[in-house]
């Protein structure tokens, strides 16, 4: 199943959020102001993206089906896939003290597509990504591995931005998508830490409390998640897998 946290490519939305930042410097919250003559660029760049992380999606979709017929297992529980708002790049952008450009966005953002990918086990998470960076037409960029090595907070999660190509009138492009791996529980956990971070307006105090509650909770998770795996391993013949894929050098400007 595939969940889109976007709608379809909306020109006219996008083009006048854009003006609006080319007018007034203060659309997005920038401070400078958005080239008025790129905006045609950024709406077909945006464009890309979008087909890239359809792309991706697609090669997931065929994998998990794969799995099916070979294994009797779907590894994939589902899917969510969005792309970044026009504010939330021209945030960004500034953030990072980046010139408000399509060139910046191209050479410095590469998560503007994102996929999550949600699946059942560990070893599901390693050989969905293993198995897709083995693709001939896909590559590896950036590979960041917090399930083996978490954050301070008890985040879990395997980061991996892929670059594939889509084939515009002018040639293939090579775009990057960044694609989130992690498992049920790991979601689980994400979703209601996120939601503390960034969503609550409690106390200092309880908010400390709920996130030390939070890191053990997390700990407790991955120590049940190894269980519940070791018995999948003796029921079930699917692959196993440990490691995360290995990231190549790439050129975001060919």
Known sequence: MILDRHERINTSEIQARLEKATKNGNGAGVGTLFPREQIDEFIDMMQVYEGAMYEISTKLEVLDSEFHV????????????????????????QRR???LSTEAIRDNLFDVAGIRVICN??????????????????????????????????????????????????????????????????????????????????????????????????????????????IHRDINGAPQQEEAPTSQAFDPKQ
Not at 77 to 84: A, G, I, P, V, Y
Request: proline letters at 5%.
């Open 121 to 230: 086990y560990r070893d599901d998470v390693y050989s969905v990504a293993n198995y897709l960076s083995s693709q001939s037409d896909i590559q590896v960029l950036r590979v960041k591995d917090y399930i083996k090595n978490p954050k301070p907070n008890g985040y879990r999660s395997l980061h991996v931005i892929y670059a594939v190509p889509v084939f515009l009138s002018t040639g293939e492009h090579y775009t990057p998508v960044e694609v989130q791996f992690r498992t049920i529980a790991m979601d689980y956990w994400a979703s209601l830490e996120h939601a503390l971070r960034y969503k609550s307006d409690l106390p200092d105090a309880k908010f400390s409390e709920h996130s030390q509650t939070l890191l053990d909770c997390a700990r407790s998770l991955q120590n049940i998640e190894t269980q519940m795996q070791n």
């Open 97 to 99: 003290k980046l010139p």
């Open 70 to 93: 070979h294994f009797s297992h779907d590894p994939i529980h589902h899917m969510e896939r969005r792309l970044k708002s026009v504010n939330s790049i021209l945030g960004k952008l």
